[in-house]
T-cell receptor, first 112, second 112 residues
Framework: DAGVTQSPTHLIKTRGQQVTLRCSPI?????VSWYQQVLGQGPQFIFQ???????GRGNFPDRFSARQFPNYSSELNVNALLLGDSALYLC???????????FGSGTRLTVV | EDQVTQSPEALRLQEGESSSLNCSYT??????LFWYRQDPGKGPEFLFT???AGEEKEKERLKATLTKKESFLHITAPKPEDSATYLC?????????????FGGGTRVLVKP
């Protein structure tokens, strides 16, 4: 079975640009969460979606947005990129709220 | 707000030298405490979920235990392939949402 897949694996963007990151959950999983991991720190929660509805939002500015599609895949959008947005962006899927989370390998975003 | 503190930040072990990692937490209504292993540039890999004080789980050379205030990850007779960052996370009560709150991790290096 395929695990959680994220694309692209690496991305370099310029300050002020916009970026879209994509995630496909494990087959049968209806919940997708997004996390930001800055180098040397633990992951920080950004969003959770379940059955296409937002079920949680972390302490991130409105420049960050996300959505979940009918096939349960998800996109994370970040507008007006700042140097501080450089991080590993992780997607995690779960079969439901409160169940275990499986993470993808992440998208490494570098803002220059 | 849920908080997780991991110690030590880094640990250097000789092959075969057993040790323990600490995860201290404050949470309103623990729904689960998770341990993950993360290799450089990769997403976290699930190890264990603990739900209640007194619970223990084992996998190969790793054993996780849980009390009401902290969790320990014991590494018995480690091998170089156990070198990684170990992350602890909690999922709090429903009022806190469905997010995982992570600690900063413990970087473990096992030398042959």
């Amino acid at each position: 079975d395929a695990g959680v897949t994220q694309s692209p694996t690496h991305l370099i963007k310029t300050r002020g640009q916009q970026v879209t990151l994509r995630c496909s959950p494990i087959s049968g999983h209806k919940s997708v969460s997004w996390y930001q991991q800055v180098l040397g720190q633990g992951p920080q929660f950004i969003f959770q979606y379940y059955e296409k509805e937002e079920r949680g939002r972390g302490n991130f500015p409105d420049r960050f947005s996300a959505r979940q599609f009918p096939n349960y895949s998800s996109e994370l959008n970040v507008n007006a990129l700042l140097l501080g947005d450089s991080a590993l962006y992780l997607c995690a899927s779960s079969s439901g709220i409160g169940y275990g989370y499986t993470f993808g390998s992440g998208t490494r975003l570098t803002v220059v | 707000e849920d908080q997780v503190t991991q110690s030590p930040e880094a640990l250097r072990l000789q092959e075969g030298e057993s040790s323990s990692l600490n995860c201290s937490y404050t949470v309103s209504g623990l729904r689960g405490l998770f341990w993950y292993r993360q290799d450089p540039g990769k997403g976290p890999e699930f190890l264990f979920t603990l739900y209640s004080a007194g619970e223990e789980k084992e996998k190969e050379r790793l054993k996780a235990t849980l009390t009401k205030k902290e969790s320990f990850l014991h590494i018995t007779a480690p091998k170089p392939e156990d070198s990684a960052t170990y992350l602890c996370a909690v999922q709090g009560g429903r009022a806190a949402g469905n997010k995982l709150t992570f600690g900063g991790g413990t970087r473990v290096l096992v030398k042959p």
